[in-house]
């Protein structure tokens, strides 16, 4: 594959695991919303703090893939735009 072909796949393909990390990501803070709906504000069920907890670590970890893969699409663009500017 050529170097344009290589850089469109790479896009492509970075492209389709933002929309995936994204969904997972939406995913993961609907469950914490969820949770925290169903847990007492005042007086949590006796496994409610660990549900939280649990969800949200979930959705902590989304967000930082979700994050990463906009840093390297991020990057592959710069990269592409300075490799342009020097041809």
Do not use: N, W
């Not at 007492?40 to 994050?67: F, K, N, Y």
Request: net charge positive; aromatic share 4%; glycine share 6%.
């Amino acid at each position: 594959m050529d170097e344009g072909g290589s850089y469109s796949a790479r896009l492509a393909l970075l492209r389709e695991e933002l929309v995936k990390t994204g969904l997972e990501r939406k995913a993961a803070i609907a469950e914490f919303d969820c949770i925290i709906r169903e847990v007492p504000g005042m007086l949590p069920a006796p496994d409610g703090s660990l549900r939280i907890h649990q969800a949200h670590a979930r959705m902590v970890r989304a967000e930082d893939a979700h994050i990463q893969l906009l840093k390297r699409y991020a990057d592959l663009l710069i990269e592409q735009s300075k490799k342009l500017r020097r041809d």
